[in-house]
């Protein structure tokens, strides 16, 4: 599959290193959901935390959240406004939000310009948090590439199905061929055990090491919980609404881990 080149001025190693970008070679596997999670784990711990919903076209971080944003991503775009003055403050979490705009298709297929524009004007947002977190869209067109292009650390998710491994494996083959030395690390979500979800990570990393010659780490595990879909179906934060659950337990674990790199 040919991939759309990407811009090649991409940001400075040091704004790059506060950027993580969560990426997913199918849907559903969770991701937003976790960079959420992520981002109130990482607040909790006094971590100056932005998440940026760059699911253009299809966000979800304020449905989630049950927030009602008065500006989002879209207004910056249509050169009404400036990022920062889109910053929504997530006062249950205390991180704050760069929301998107779900269903505003045309924001998918910015052109290249303004795609890399947005993208720069996130790096800039880098001065005022310690992490930004950018919750990418499913695949590896044009828009994935672009926007983690900023990132000096990109999280893939997957779970345990043939599918969401597939395209897991598509998404580092492809992203790992554009940019050598890329920091991709996995997260393997919805897994029934930690020793599964050890299995699923094995299975995912014998066919990087055999195919593509590199082997991206674990960055970690995090068991099935049903308390999850709850959560998400009263629109209310994991780590507010069941603070002691499994799942919460493994996003503070794979925080903790975050933080020691530098």
Not at 57 to 67: E, F, P, R, S, T
Request: some cysteine.
């Amino acid at each position: 599959m040919a991939v759309n080149p990407v811009p090649q001025n991409t940001p400075k190693p040091a704004a790059k290193r506060k950027i993580i970008a969560v990426a997913s070679g199918k849907g559903g596997v969770g991701k937003t959901w976790f960079s959420i999670s992520l981002s109130h784990a990482l607040s909790q711990s006094g971590v100056r935390t932005l998440l940026f919903d760059g699911d253009l076209g299809l966000a979800n971080v304020d449905i989630q959240l049950g927030l009602m944003p008065q500006k989002d991503i879209a207004a910056v775009i249509a050169g009404k406004t400036t990022l920062a003055q889109v910053v929504t403050t997530f006062t249950d979490g205390t991180f704050d939000i760069l929301a998107g705009r779900s269903g505003a298709g045309n924001l998918a297929s910015l052109p290249l310009q303004r795609l890399t524009a947005l993208r720069d004007a996130l790096v800039g947002m880098a001065d005022g948090y310690d992490r930004i977190i950018l919750d990418l869209s499913a695949g590896v067109d044009r828009t994935v590439q672009t926007l983690a292009s900023a990132a000096g650390i990109i999280l893939v998710v997957t779970t345990d199905e043939p599918t969401a491994l597939t395209d897991a494996y598509a998404f580092i083959k492809l992203y790992a061929a554009e940019h050598p030395g890329a920091d991709l690390r996995i997260i393997v979500n919805l897994a029934e055990t930690r020793n599964s979800g050890q299995d699923t990570y094995e299975t995912l990393l014998k066919a990087c090491r055999n195919f593509l010659d590199i082997e991206p780490p674990l960055a970690g595990i995090i068991r099935r919980d049903n308390k999850v879909r709850d959560s998400i179906r009263h629109q209310t934060a994991l780590l507010t609404r069941y603070p002691s659950c499994d799942a919460a337990q493994d996003i503070e674990a794979i925080a903790g881990r975050l933080q020691r790199i530098t």
